[in-house]
Each structure stands twice: as C-alpha cells, then as structure tokens.
C-alpha cells in the first residue's frame, strides 16, 4: 500500500483537496482516496497488522521487526557477517536519516559483528534488508574518544566528512589507533584513542612519536621467520603492513602505561608525573598533539 498527499500540480485545474490521501491497495493503480482521519486509521492499522514479508508472522516483542520487512529471525537466516543482535540503537549512537512524510518510523537496531564492529538496520516500510558497518559508532559504543579536528601544518581542519578506521581490538584494548583520511582537502592523521579517555593525535615530527613507530615496526620485523614470513598475531604474513605498525603502537603504549600504573601503586608515595599519554602531551609543539574532544 502507498499513499500520496494530494496536491494540485497534477492537476491545475482541480481545487486542493484538504485532508484527504490516496491509498494504493494491492498494488499500485488500484487508487482510493479516503478522508484525512480514514487515513489515520489506515496507518494504525497497517502498522499494527504488519508482518514479516518471509515467515508471514506478526512481529512481537521477542521477534521484533528490525530491517524493512523483515523480523529478527529471517534477518539472521542470512549470512549477516556473524552479527549479534544488541537491541533499538539510542539514538545519539548513530546518524539516521528522519524522512519527513513517512507515515510512521520504526526503530533503528544495533548489531556487532565478531571484531565488535557496530552494525545497524532500519525496520519498516521502503529500508532496506540490510546492515551497515560503522566506525563512527563502533568508535562511539565502544566509549573510545571521537576526535572531531586534526592540526595540520599548523591549522585545524575538521575530521567530519574524513574516512576512518579502526587499529586494534573495540572489546579488549584500552588504547586504540583512529586514522582519519581523505583526498579533498588531503587529510590522513592517527590519533591514539585511551578508553573513557582522551585522544591524541600523532605527530611524526615528534621525537617521542617517531621513537614509538619505528619501535613498533622493528618488534614486527623481528618475528620474521627463516622461511622470510612474519608471524604477526598468531599468523604468517608476507610483509608488515602500515596497519600492523598501528596496532602494535596501541599496543605498547597500553603496556607501558599498565606498567606505569602498576608502578605507581606499588610505590603510592611516588609521583605519578608522567605516563605515556601525559608525558607526550608535556612534550614541544604541543599544539600539534592537542588532545581532541
Ligand atoms: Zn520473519
């Protein structure tokens, strides 16, 4: 069923007709007009009375309707990239299209895949049957810090329309690395993201900076067995890759700072001066690393 709100450009002869709508039945030359409150009902009932478009059911509180037409189970009948099912996204979660003359709105649903990557669908009439991966919720979900500007050759440019990804585990690391990228203007910055924490964005000019990477790539090119492959989480690769590098420099700032934390509390009297996040934001030009919102 569709309906149209009536208006004269189809017709410039006709005077407007006020309250009322065109029903479709069946399908869509089948045309009923019918009265603004008919209209009102029609929609009550077609959302009250819908049911999932493959197993024909009404959809209930424990197989609700998450993607177009479809309940839970049918979405998960498809190979969903293993994807879990969390429950209705909060809406400050995820940027979602309103569309302003549907009759009504189902909710958005938020699933994660194994690498705990947020996915999310759109239930109702006219959106699709399928989920979207997002890093920017994913980043969000996981309570990592969004940084929303970069310094670059001195001035700040906003990361909102940049490409972004993802360096390490969402679920277990507490330090991750973002990168943010794009062609027009060309953008491409990492930022090192403490959970619950802050973000700081890394500068290669740094001495602290450029130590860390080149440490980092050295420890993976160190695994390089005598068959010539690198035996890089549990697995052989043919070379390091730039992502690898990331990772791992998550990875050691993470250790650095347990062991820091460790230290502290073993020694409560010490002074808790530096630790790998403080000490680089104490560093020279630091209004190159400015920790981002
Ligand atoms: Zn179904």
Redesign the pocket.
């Known amino acids: 069923m569709t309906t149209t709100e009536h208006s004269t450009a189809e017709n410039p002869q006709q005077q407007p007709r006020q309250g009322c709508e065109d029903v479709y039945l069946n399908w869509t030359s089948y045309k009923v007009t019918v009265s603004r409150q008919g209209y009102e009902q029609i929609v009550t009932l077609a959302q009250a009375m819908s049911v999932?478009h493959?197993?024909q059911?009404y959809y209930g509180e424990n197989?609700m309707n998450v993607a177009g037409n479809?309940?839970l189970?049918?979405f998960l009948q498809n190979d969903r990239h293993g994807l879990t099912f969390v429950g209705e996204a909060a809406p400050d979660l995820i940027n979602r299209y309103h569309s302003t003359n549907a009759p009504y709105e189902r909710p958005a649903y938020l699933f994660l895949d194994k690498k705990g990557y947020v996915y999310w669908t759109e239930a109702g009439p006219g959106e699709r049957e399928e989920a979207y991966e997002d890093i920017t919720a994913t980043i969000n979900y996981w309570e990592f810090p969004l940084p929303l500007e970069a310094k670059k050759n001195g001035d700040v440019v906003s990361l909102r329309g940049c490409s972004r990804s993802i360096y390490g585990n969402v679920r277990t690391d507490d330090i991750i690395m973002l990168r943010f990228w794009d062609y027009h203007p060309d953008i491409d910055v990492l930022f090192l993201a403490m959970r619950h924490g802050q973000s700081i964005q890394i500068n290669k000019r740094r001495e602290l900076h450029r130590r860390l990477f080149a440490e980092a790539r050295q420890q993976l090119e160190a695994t390089r067995t005598p068959g010539g492959k690198y035996l890089i989480n549990g697995e052989y690769q043919e070379r390091v890759y730039d992502s690898d590098v990331y990772c791992h420099v998550a990875r050691l700032v993470e250790a650095e700072q347990k062991a820091l934390r460790t230290a502290w509390q073993a020694e409560p009297d010490a002074q808790p001066a530096t630790s790998a996040e403080p000490e680089e934001s104490k560093e020279d030009d630091r209004n190159e690393d400015d920790p981002q919102e």
Do not use: A, K, V
């Open positions: 999932c493959r197993c059911r197989n479809l309940c189970e049918c």
